[in-house]
């Protein structure tokens, strides 16, 4: 045994590929790229800015500085929550508060000078626009701190409020995602716009939830009334299927309507069609950590099928 | 959508990202000291600086002139927040109150509420003054209220400079450097205001104020990142030092150069019996019951209140306090309590001529007596009655020593110490072989009386405890420049564990003591003197004890160990 051991170690060595270092070293890479971009909140930007470059597209806005505002804002709000909720994170998720402590001083900095770059951009897209800026950083200091001891008071027990608590989460950030475009365009609020809203608030609402199904005992003990502390995760799915097929009615008829071009109207459906698809797994999967990440991720989908769909001449 | 930016609208973008940066981390440090007023300080300058972008790329003459007045909700908040957190930062957030708040905001408010209502009047007027080159607005403002409103921003800009302007003397390194960058940081705003005011600076035909914030935010932003602005907090020292000065057990007064009592503790208030707020403003003379007027030489004196039985003795203390220029601005009394130190001493002396002239007085009798018999037990009453004195002789010594008769002042020359202990000693112990090794100094070297108390005794120890047939003592002295050493070794059988174990913890029991009173002289002398005291002892090779005490010990003020003389 001793000695087969040693020829089977020796001649591992001898014929290991000489890439295989390489690849250790892409593997390793990929591996704390994925880290960084998760702990730190970076995907978030990455979907928040395909998520405004889908609305320029539905809404035919020629370039603005909206998506960079939106992407500095959305990390600056996800960096400083992670950077606020680091010690409850030690209970939930270990990795991403150890990352958030080792890094603590730098998140803060960054995510301070990105809110504060974003604002300075959008003074140069006006009142509405920096109003608009304002939105998520405001309701995130109400919601989550205490500065104002009353209002925050108030607000806090919104978060307890069934579903209540998303749907502020979804207005804020719809309105972002889709207002600021607007404000920089200048352009003028259609019913095309009141579509494409309602699905941003709708489809924002819908990826709030799905994380909570991992929270529903620790959201249940503090009080918390989320979909699935009130339905439970099986109708929760129920009610997910219901809300994507009721987004699916909304976008195939405002596509057929001639509201939404087709490009726009079938790379949405897609990343409906996906959606109905992650949202099968929720309560009949373990990891749910990845779900969530899977479910924010369908922006990308929707993007990367609108330029495909746009590269060909649809 | 802004047409290309100029240059100052692109300064001015650059003020709002690094002021609403530093606003974040400011209010992510809440609820340190200063956080929240420094954030309202940068929101206030951000609305002023967006208001003025906003101002610069108007699409009409009225919307600038709209902008320029809204921005004076920023010009008006900046000052107000200015005083609040250099108020809250240096510790004086007592001085926050709700009714000095709303004392501050009153010409804010006013203000603002004139810039909006301004077509409708002239107080604070604000028109358009021309169209620049690039068809940017230029706007002037003016009027008897606009001067009232800069004077005051000027006014809360210098009360919030000075408590922060101090902290530039401070020890601290890191709040020196957090002081200079706040001043960096408000300065250059109001520097560049004034400037504008005295028509000396204007670019594109506005005031560059709101411009210079970008220098003020990245001040801010080095304040927090680089020298721990709200990690690293000067809050409590003011605070402290107030604390000390309302808490410490002395009475403290201050009075100013003209005899005016100015500041006054509790603890002062009470003991003479006075109420703080009557006393302060009042003539020192009235208060304080001294006949001879203020002692200003930072002399001391002693101060008894109430009736005879009642009566407390307070040691008085006036110190001086001077200016940079050593002019005197005022004095503090300090009444320290001293009626339990007197009583002390008074009971000290009681034992004392108990112990120095009764015991002996008594002992004396019984030798009669003794004398008066034949016999071993005759002997033994003598021996006993002499060991009875030697002991009241001790105690003597020891009540000397801490009723400070043996007054540290008090100096005798080494050599002198030295030689007249070995003399006494050869005398007592006329079967001890002394030695003795002076020190290798030219000058004339003195030491405290407490030493040769000290000295006395180990030498008698160490003769006294020997019981050795050939048996030594040894006296060493050095002297370096720092201290006196006096190493005294014998070759007797060694102090015992247990005595030097009590010695050392510094108390005794019933049962655990030490044999007399010897080595408590020993180590109450040494302590006297600050010095220091060591113990070398085993069966074999006897003791060696060294006591070294310093020559620049300065008892009350007064050095005794340098008075040289020239060598001859």
């Known amino acids: ?314 | 959508m802004l047409s290309p930016p100029s240059v100052p609208v692109l300064a001015l973008l650059g003020a709002i990202a690094v002021g609403s940066s530093a606003g974040i981390l400011a209010w992510r440090a809440r609820p340190e000291p200063g956080a929240v007023p420094l954030v309202w300080l940068l929101v206030g300058q951000s609305w002023w600086a967006t208001c003025i972008v906003f101002s610069l790329t108007a699409a009409t003459p009225a919307e600038t002139l709209w902008w320029t007045r809204v921005a004076w909700c920023g010009v008006m908040l900046v000052p107000v927040a200015w005083v609040l957190f250099a108020l809250e930062y240096t510790g004086r957030d007592h001085r926050i109150t709700r009714r000095n708040v709303a004392l501050l905001v009153v010409v804010p408010a006013v203000t603002v509420a004139l810039a909006l209502t301004e077509p409708a009047h002239d107080l604070l007027w604000i028109e358009q003054a021309g169209v620049a080159a690039d068809g940017t607005v230029t706007v002037d403002q003016g009027g008897l209220w606009h001067a009232v409103a800069a004077g005051y921003t000027y006014a809360l800009g210098v009360l919030g400079v000075v408590p922060i302007v101090r902290l530039l003397s401070s020890r601290a390194t890191v709040l020196r450097g957090q002081s200079a960058a706040l001043l960096v940081g408000i300065l250059t705003p109001w520097a560049t205001n004034v400037l504008y005011n005295f028509d000396a600076v204007s670019i594109a035909g506005t005031d560059p104020t709101p411009i210079a914030f970008a220098v003020s935010g990245v001040a801010y932003l080095g304040a927090i990142d680089q020298f721990d602005l709200f990690d690293a907090n000067p809050a409590p020292t003011w605070r402290a030092k107030q604390y000390l000065f309302d808490h410490i057990h002395e009475g403290a007064i201050v009075v100013d150069g003209h005899d005016t009592i100015v500041d006054m503790n509790q603890t002062g208030a009470d003991i003479l019996d006075v109420a703080v707020e009557e006393a302060l403003g009042a003539d020192a003379s009235t208060v304080l019951p001294i006949d001879d007027g203020l002692l200003s030489d930072g002399g001391k004196d002693v101060l008894t209140m109430g009736t005879a039985t009642t009566a407390r003795s307070y040691d008085l203390s006036v110190t001086p306090l001077t200016d940079r220029h050593e002019q005197t601005l005022g004095h503090v009394f300090t009444l320290h309590d001293v009626t339990d130190y007197r009583r002390h001493q008074q009971r000290l002396a009681v034992l004392n001529r108990v112990l120095r002239h009764n015991i002996r007085t008594e002992a004396n009798v019984i030798q009669g007596y003794a004398e008066r018999t034949e016999g071993e037990a005759a002997e033994t009453i003598t021996e006993r009655t002499r060991r009875i004195v030697e002991l009241g002789e001790k105690g003597r010594d020891a009540v000397e020593l801490f009723e400070g008769v043996t007054d540290a002042r008090a100096t005798e020359a080494l050599e002198r110490v030295l030689d007249r202990t070995l003399a006494d000693a050869r005398d007592a112990f006329p079967s001890v072989t002394f030695r003795l090794d002076p020190p290798d100094v030219d000058e004339r070297v003195v030491v405290p009386d407490a030493l040769t108390v000290v000295v006395a005794n180990l030498v008698e120890n160490a003769a006294g405890h020997n019981v050795g047939t050939d048996r030594h003592v040894d006296v060493y002295a050095t002297v370096t420049d720092d201290v006196v050493e006096v190493r005294v070794e014998d070759d007797g059988p060694g102090i015992d564990d247990e005595e030097l174990r009590v010695l050392s913890s510094g108390t005794e029991t019933p049962l655990s003591h030490t044999s007399g009173l010897g080595l408590w002289l020993v180590k109450w002398g040494t302590e006297c003197v600050d010095g220091d005291l060591e113990f070398a002892s085993d069966s074999r090779h006897g003791t060696t004890v060294t006591a070294t005490v310093p020559r620049e010990y300065e008892p009350g003020g007064i050095a005794w160990g340098r008075r040289s003389r020239p060598t001859t």
């Not at chain 1, 909206?66 to 030690?90: H, M, N, T």
């Not at chain 1, 009353?150 to 995602?177: D, E, H, Y």
């Not at chain 1, 200048?186 to 819908?206: G, M, Q």
């Open chain 1, 1 to 314: 045994m001793a000695s087969k051991t040693t020829d089977a170690s020796a001649t591992t060595d001898e014929t290991a590929p000489w890439y295989a270092d390489v690849l250790a070293s892409i593997v390793d890479a990929g591996r704390r790229l994925t880290t960084v971009l998760t702990h730190s909140s970076m995907y978030l930007v990455c979907i928040a800015v395909a998520e405004v470059a889908t609305v320029h597209a539905a809404l035919s806005i020629g370039p603005t500085p909206a998506p960079v505002v939106v992407g500095l804002v959305a990390y600056a709000v996800y960096a400083g929550d992670r950077i606020a909720d680091a010690e409850r994170d030690e209970r939930t998720c270990p990795e991403r508060s150890a990352f958030v402590a080792r890094h603590r001083t730098l998140l803060s900095i960054t995510s301070a000078g990105a809110y504060g770059v974003a604002i300075a951009l959008s003074v140069t897209g006006g009142p509405l626009a920096v109003g608009i800026t304002l939105v998520p950083g405001a309701f995130w200091i109400l919601y989550a701190s205490a500065w104002f001891p009353t209002l925050s008071a108030r607000c806090k027990r919104l978060k307890r409020v069934f579903v209540v608590n998303s749907t502020l989460v979804a207005t804020a950030w719809a309105l972002a995602v889709v207002g600021l475009p607007i404000a920089f365009a200048n352009a003028a609020v259609t019913p095309l716009v009141v579509v494409v809203f309602t699905y941003f608030l709708v489809d924002t609402f819908v990826n709030t939830e799905i994380p909570n199904v991992r929270d529903v005992e620790a959201d249940a003990q503090d009080g918390v009334y989320t979909l699935p502390v009130v339905l439970g995760v099986q109708r929760t799915r129920r009610v997910l299927y219901g809300i994507d097929v009721l987004l699916v009615a909304l976008v195939g008829t405002a596509t057929l309507t001639g509201l939404l071009s087709v490009s726009v109207g079938v790379a949405i459906l897609v990343g409906l069609g996906y959606a109905l698809v992650l949202a099968w797994f929720v309560g009949r999967t373990t990891a749910l950590g990845r779900l969530s990440i899977a479910c924010e991720a369908k922006h990308l989908v929707v993007f990367g099928v609108l330029w495909g769909l746009t590269a060909i001449g649809v």
